[in-house]
């Protein structure tokens, strides 16, 4: 008899689908149902954000037989039409966060998801702080506003495993392979201090091409950079409390 600590999560970042995609992503995740209990999107589904471009991604995943959880990525954002995409996706049947959370309901178990897209401003020891001018202070304060957002939620959302999905990554250990100059444009750790705050079993990034996959948050919750140039197939297939999953 399944129970929640054999829930997979199949997840995927940085597909970057534009209009001559269409059709093809739907094959790669064909017979996904069979692999896993709910396919988890870490942003950056379009090359430039058009709302051609996320309808095509809508179109990829609408009716697909396992829940599908999404976050948006700066790609998607770059057109300035990120609402209007997001509102595509919910049309075709995807839950959407935006610094949010939702319990998705897989067969008869529940698992909160809690997340967003995330934002920038470096690691510990080498980040940016609010200080200085007033362009920079406003960079620190969105993501601060992001990570509290996100620590609200864990706390208020009721399930008994909580996964946190970004676009942004929490730690700097997932980026290691990318060019040390752009870490502080690739996440930051106000987004970790906030998750291990609340607590969750696992947290799921993309955005660095070049990154590696595993790392850990200095609380101990597991790290997935989940883009799909680090993954090198269609998606991974994570399964939470099973060893062989991670």
């Not at 950056?44 to 179109?59: I, K, N, P, Y």
């Not at 990120?82 to 319990?103: K, P, T």
Request: proline letters at 3%; one cysteine or more; a negative charge.
């Amino acid at each position: 008899m399944s129970v929640l600590t054999d829930l997979r999560i199949a997840a995927v970042g940085d597909i970057h689908l534009g209009e001559d995609d269409r059709g093809q992503f739907r094959k790669k995740i064909g017979g996904i149902e069979e692999r896993a209990d709910v396919l988890m999107l870490a942003g950056d589904l379009t090359r430039h954000g058009t709302l051609e471009e996320g309808r095509v991604v809508a179109d990829e995943l609408r009716g697909l037989p396992i829940p599908v959880v999404a976050v948006l990525g700066n790609h998607d954002y770059h057109s300035d039409l990120q609402y209007e995409i997001a509102g595509e996706l919910r049309d075709a049947g995807v839950v959407v966060l935006d610094d949010d959370g939702a319990v998705i309901q897989c067969g008869d178990r529940k698992l909160g998801v809690v997340g967003g897209k995330g934002f920038g401003g470096g690691f510990a020891g080498k980040c940016a702080s609010e200080f200085g001018e007033r362009e920079i202070k406003n960079f620190v304060a969105h993501t601060r506003y992001i990570a509290e957002s996100w620590k609200v939620a864990l706390k208020e959302i009721v399930a008994e495993k909580r996964v946190v999905l970004s676009h942004y990554s929490p730690i700097k250990e997932t980026l290691e392979g990318e060019p040390p100059e752009i870490y502080p444009f690739l996440g930051s750790y106000l987004l970790a201090e906030a998750v291990d705050t609340a607590g969750a079993d696992l947290i799921l990034h993309g955005h660095a091409h070049k990154g590696s996959e595993k790392g850990m948050t200095p609380g101990g919750i597991r790290v997935r950079n989940v883009a799909l140039p680090v993954l090198g197939r269609a998606y991974a297939v994570y399964c939470l409390d099973c060893e062989s999953g991670f």
